[in-house]
């Protein structure tokens, strides 16, 4: 069951409503003492293609109660702020300018949305902090301050600005992060196509990205889409051909059921000029084929990166503390179980971690989970879902995005022990907090 805490009715007694995240429950204490994570925002370029678009008012209204709260102390976006991948594949990402210009015009676009967080950040009484995702990893650090001026930035040491994972004043035990580095097709990928974008650290999640928005800009049905063409695995004992199969399965899966398009597959249509990219691409550069010499899978674009040791070795460079399998991680970037199961994997039973509590973005699947780690103590992961637009492509489709997503996590000790943590899962529908989960964890 979930639990609604509504408004209290306006009255000559009680001429303003209490601020729905000051609402004292029997269990948590009403200092300023509240963590609140967000993410996946989708905050677009061009609101006639944006992902988020429907929900820019509830979240400017969410805002505006983040910053008048007296208990919270902290606001964690946990990436994808921005979006600088959900781009229709025959758009200019810049134009004729430069990353800078294009938050700029984000900003514009959204203005509401940054004036309540600049707001923020100049009260001084709210932290505001923001972890890099996949979408907007290409972000470099000062170009993000041009959006939010003061903004805290949780980067990874070592230049690996598009990752990063946060540990809240005073809470080494928690960890948010927005959990792409573990995902195949977009954790960074050095050195993948140097002939093409030398220095690039752009991964293939990119380029789906880009197919996916022309998905809904230009619209087809599934029977009318174009078909992918047949691939055959013809070295079934050759490790990275059956990676390469696998890899293609998922592609094949994807456009056929979920991102189908009616572009033809040759015809060079994904224009880059995007992170060290210049050039404009195929489809047909993206997905693997048989090679016409020896029937072996190739593709043009990633084609070095299906080998246990080639992953191995992208995943250091993503700071990962565990090394996955290859196969199970290409899978899991579109079964996304094994996103959140990294929660557990690297920090839970990592013996070299301490943490008990983890929060991840990016599957845009909100949810808690309770696991115990490898002391045996009671642990909670967290995701804390998107608020992106529910998307059609039917234009005339009506849908009560009043009721999708727009989901949130509160982080607040309880009042007996402010070391006992109370995680719960919230949605913001129609503009109220509708509790979805909660659990409570004693570090």
């Given at each position: 069951m979930t639990l609604t805490f509504t408004l209290m009715s306006c009255s000559s007694d009680d001429p303003v409503s209490?601020?729905?995240?000051?609402?004292v429950s029997e269990n948590t204490g009403s200092g300023k003492d509240k963590i609140v994570v967000i993410s996946d925002l989708h905050l677009g370029n061009d609101l006639s293609y944006s992902e988020n678009v429907k929900h820019l008012k509830r979240l400017e209204q969410f805002l505006n109660e983040v910053r008048s709260s007296s208990t919270i102390k902290e606001l964690v976006i946990a990436g994808d702020m921005f979006d600088e991948w959900y781009i229709p594949?025959?758009?200019?990402?810049?134009?004729?300018?430069?990353?800078?210009?294009?938050?700029r015009k984000t900003v514009a676009s959204n203005q509401g949305i940054f004036d309540v967080l600049n707001g923020i950040i100049k009260d001084g009484k709210v932290k505001l902090t923001y972890i890099p995702g996949n979408h907007d990893m290409g972000f470099t650090p000062e170009n993000i301050q041009i959006a939010l001026p003061g903004v805290n930035q949780a980067r990874d040491a070592g230049n690996k600005y598009a990752v990063g994972t946060y540990n809240p004043d005073s809470y080494s035990q928690i960890s948010i992060e927005h959990g792409h580095r573990y995902d195949f097709f977009c954790a960074m990928t050095p050195n993948a196509n140097e002939s093409e974008a030398p220095g690039s650290f752009m991964p293939p999640g990119y380029f789906f990205a880009r197919i996916a928005a022309n998905s809904f800009t230009d619209p087809t049905t599934p029977e009318a889409a174009t078909k992918v063409p047949d691939v055959t695995l013809n070295d079934p004992k050759n490790a990275e051909q059956k990676s390469k199969y696998i890899y293609y399965n998922l592609w094949k899966t994807v456009m056929e059921k979920v991102i189908y398009v009616k572009d033809n597959y040759g015809d060079p249509i994904i224009k880059t000029n995007v992170g060290k990219y210049t050039k404009t691409y195929s489809i047909n550069d993206i997905i693997p084929k048989n090679s016409a010499t020896d029937g072996s899978i190739q593709m043009n674009l990633y084609n070095g990166l299906?080998?246990?040791?080639?992953?191995?070795?992208?995943?250091?460079?993503?700071?990962?503390?565990?090394?996955t399998p290859i196969d199970t991680a290409i899978v899991g970037s579109l079964k996304t179980k094994f996103i959140d199961e990294q929660s557990n994997v690297q920090f839970f039973q990592n013996s070299q971690s301490d943490v008990r509590i983890v929060v991840f973005g990016h599957t845009h699947e909100p949810m808690i989970k309770t696991y115990t780690n490898h002391k045996g103590k009671a642990c909670i992961y967290a995701n804390s879902g998107t608020w992106e637009d529910?998307?059609?492509?039917?234009?005339?489709?009506?849908?009560?995005?009043?009721?999708?997503?727009?989901?949130?996590i509160t982080i607040t000790p309880t009042k007996s022990n402010k070391n006992n943590l109370q995680v719960a899962l919230y949605q913001y529908r129609y503009g109220k907090h509708v509790l979805v989960d909660h659990k409570e964890v004693n570090l």
């Amino acid at each position: 069951m979930t639990l609604t805490f509504t408004l209290m009715s306006c009255s000559s007694d009680d001429p303003v409503s209490p601020n729905p995240f000051d609402t004292v429950s029997e269990n948590t204490g009403s200092g300023k003492d509240k963590i609140v994570v967000i993410s996946d925002l989708h905050l677009g370029n061009d609101l006639s293609y944006s992902e988020n678009v429907k929900h820019l008012k509830r979240l400017e209204q969410f805002l505006n109660e983040v910053r008048s709260s007296s208990t919270i102390k902290e606001l964690v976006i946990a990436g994808d702020m921005f979006d600088e991948w959900y781009i229709p594949t025959r758009a200019e990402t810049y134009g004729n300018g430069s990353q800078a210009d294009f938050v700029r015009k984000t900003v514009a676009s959204n203005q509401g949305i940054f004036d309540v967080l600049n707001g923020i950040i100049k009260d001084g009484k709210v932290k505001l902090t923001y972890i890099p995702g996949n979408h907007d990893m290409g972000f470099t650090p000062e170009n993000i301050q041009i959006a939010l001026p003061g903004v805290n930035q949780a980067r990874d040491a070592g230049n690996k600005y598009a990752v990063g994972t946060y540990n809240p004043d005073s809470y080494s035990q928690i960890s948010i992060e927005h959990g792409h580095r573990y995902d195949f097709f977009c954790a960074m990928t050095p050195n993948a196509n140097e002939s093409e974008a030398p220095g690039s650290f752009m991964p293939p999640g990119y380029f789906f990205a880009r197919i996916a928005a022309n998905s809904f800009t230009d619209p087809t049905t599934p029977e009318a889409a174009t078909k992918v063409p047949d691939v055959t695995l013809n070295d079934p004992k050759n490790a990275e051909q059956k990676s390469k199969y696998i890899y293609y399965n998922l592609w094949k899966t994807v456009m056929e059921k979920v991102i189908y398009v009616k572009d033809n597959y040759g015809d060079p249509i994904i224009k880059t000029n995007v992170g060290k990219y210049t050039k404009t691409y195929s489809i047909n550069d993206i997905i693997p084929k048989n090679s016409a010499t020896d029937g072996s899978i190739q593709m043009n674009l990633y084609n070095g990166l299906f080998t246990q040791a080639n992953w191995d070795a992208r995943e250091k460079y993503n700071n990962v503390a565990v090394m996955t399998p290859i196969d199970t991680a290409i899978v899991g970037s579109l079964k996304t179980k094994f996103i959140d199961e990294q929660s557990n994997v690297q920090f839970f039973q990592n013996s070299q971690s301490d943490v008990r509590i983890v929060v991840f973005g990016h599957t845009h699947e909100p949810m808690i989970k309770t696991y115990t780690n490898h002391k045996g103590k009671a642990c909670i992961y967290a995701n804390s879902g998107t608020w992106e637009d529910m998307k059609t492509r039917d234009k005339n489709a009506v849908i009560e995005q009043d009721t999708m997503k727009m989901h949130f996590i509160t982080i607040t000790p309880t009042k007996s022990n402010k070391n006992n943590l109370q995680v719960a899962l919230y949605q913001y529908r129609y503009g109220k907090h509708v509790l979805v989960d909660h659990k409570e964890v004693n570090l």
